[in-house]
């Protein structure tokens, strides 16, 4: 028996497939799930005594943007506590490669506006590199990456609001294109953060063309979650037909109170889109509050130049007057089908997650409301000055859903699970980075939502990995990769709005690659992960 063999011995394995749970042990030998079945026997094997606890494939969390984490902290201590073993990063347009000389700075400035200050080493030429930085260090934890539409953008044509010409679309398909022959596992779009936002039909299909000819994934942060939830799905469902691409709906919600109860039409569209042949699913995390940056409260053309052209526009009289009737009013002419965020929710429903000035910490955990009063000014006012002072760097969340809408997307058979999460090194961010996959769980265990717990596993492991087409992961399987989280039916969530931070009870043990990651609770220092290239 090998020395790196391990028996789990009385287990109560949830496969991964959505069958029901059943008693077993199963053996893990180099890396790999060797044998699942009765009373296995491994002399030599190091044994980890079940006892009853639930064992399932190490969960993937198929929508995050710990791009950055991942290279910061690659002991990834708040996924590893979740049971979490592979990532997915570059979503919603957001990623640190691929950059031009000229892009360097855009491109971290672009990333900074979502995750803070990002240094001039922490962006990347090309996947490849990326790639290399990451396994350089060594990984607690498995890594997919999408390559996001704005690092083509910005290497191409800076920021700029106006459409590409045929030369520079040809530029970006190029650019992308080479990502895709290093392994990246697709193509992101953020179509409300600049300047992905900025991209017409033209590009947007022949950049989808390009993902479709490399077998990869088409993933997009629609135009709208609000009134124009609808058009905005067909929007996406248009360009998948006209691409040929498979394709990831991002974090499907409807956000806002005059939109609630639109979520099973937009879920019915996508059925409907399958029905018809288009490849397409979506993710979600269990929260019913969203977050990112606080640029997203004014309207995409604000972000024409980049955010120096920001700061010089609220410097105008008539450019900050212009930017409070988008606000407060919701009027925005350079901006077709764009709502204002503090219309719909409310400036009391915005808090302050975390802040890149540090002489700013004080108001994270307070609403923009809280923060005005407090100063004694409008609440426009506030905003303006925290991104002046910040330079956009300031990440919010946003309490903006139903809990309705939140379990028709959480139950629906095309979903996945994501954290979402905006991982910070300070602050007070969204709890979905530290809590989502228990309180998955948790749901499941408690029939709060309409999946039973090993359907609930199947939309954490079985069904993220074959979107991603991670053929080796995904299911408790001869053969299968040995990512293996194990945990108890008390399991529960301890993250919460106030304390996000705080890990979850209940996931004992977690593996990558057959090493243990977490071990009774405890974290190992052990980096058998790696940055996973598309096949």
Not at 390 to 400: A, P, Y
Not at 453 to 474: I, S
Request: hydrophobic share 45%; glycine share 12%; aromatic share 6%.
């Amino acid at each position: 028996m090998s020395a790196s063999a391990i028996l789990i011995r009385g287990a109560r394995v949830i496969d991964g497939t959505g069958a029901p749970w059943f008693p077993a042990d199963v053996l893990v030998e180099h890396g790999r799930v060797a044998a699942v079945g009765p009373t296995l026997e491994a002399p030599g094997a190091d044994l980890l005594e079940a006892q009853g606890r639930f064992l399932a494939p190490g969960f993937i969390d198929a929508h995050c943007h710990d791009d950055l984490i991942q290279l910061r902290q690659p002991g990834r201590p708040e996924k590893v506590a979740q049971g979490v073993t592979t990532v997915v990063v570059g979503n919603c347009s957001f990623g640190l490669y691929p950059q031009s000389p000229a892009s360097a700075g855009p491109l971290r400035e672009h990333f900074g506006n979502l995750l803070g200050t990002v240094a001039s080493e922490e962006t990347f030429a090309d996947f490849a590199a990326y790639r290399a930085a990451l396994d350089g260090r060594g990984t607690a934890i498995n890594l997919v990456s999408l390559v996001g539409h704005a690092a083509l953008r910005l290497a191409v044509m800076g920021w700029q609001n106006r459409a590409a010409t045929a030369e520079e679309r040809e530029a970006m398909a190029a650019l992308l294109a080479d990502q895709l022959c290093q392994g990246a596992h697709g193509l992101s779009l953020g179509l409300v953060y600049p300047p992905s936002a900025w991209a017409d039909r033209a590009e947007l299909v022949r950049l989808a063309e390009v993902v479709a000819a490399h077998g990869a994934l088409l993933t997009a942060h629609v135009r709208s979650y609000e009134g124009g939830l609808i058009a905005s799905v067909d929007e996406f469902l248009e360009l998948l037909k006209a691409g040929g691409a498979s394709g990831l709906l991002s974090h499907l919600q409807a956000a806002g109170r005059p939109y609630w109860g639109s979520l099973p039409r937009a879920v019915e569209r996508l059925a409907i889109a399958r029905r018809g042949g288009t490849d397409v699913s979506f993710d979600m995390y269990p929260y019913p509050a969203g977050s990112s940056t606080i640029l997203q409260l004014l309207p995409p053309s604000a972000l024409d130049g980049g955010v120096d052209a920001l700061l010089a526009r609220m410097a105008d009289v008539d450019g900050l007057a212009a930017l409070r009737r988008a606000v407060e009013e919701g009027e925005a002419p350079l901006d077709a089908g764009w709502e204002s965020k503090i219309r719909l929710i409310g400036w009391e429903n915005v808090r302050i997650g975390g802040v890149g000035e540090p002489d700013l910490r004080t108001l994270e955990g307070l609403s923009l409301a809280e923060i005005a009063e407090v100063a004694k000014e409008p609440p426009f006012d506030t905003l303006v000055r925290l991104i002046r002072a910040d330079r956009g760097r300031t990440n919010i969340v946003m309490f903006q859903l139903a809990e309705a809408d939140l379990e028709t997307a959480l139950s629906h058979p095309l979903h996945m699970l994501g954290s979402d999460g905006l991982p910070r090194e300070t602050g007070k961010p969204h709890p979905r980075a530290f809590g989502s996959f228990p309180r998955y769980l948790v749901r499941a265990i408690k029939g709060e939502g309409q999946l039973g717990l090993e359907d609930a596993v199947r939309h954490m492991t079985a069904v993220p990995a074959q979107r991603f087409g991670l053929a080796d992961r995904g299911l408790v399987r001869p053969g299968m990769a040995a990512d293996l989280a194990l945990f108890t039916a008390d399991v529960v969530d301890r993250a919460t709005f106030q304390d996000p931070t705080q890990p979850p009870h209940g996931i004992t043990d977690v593996l990558v690659a057959g090493q243990f990651v977490l071990r009774d609770g405890g974290h190992t220092g052990a980096r058998p992960g790696k940055a996973l290239a598309r096949a």
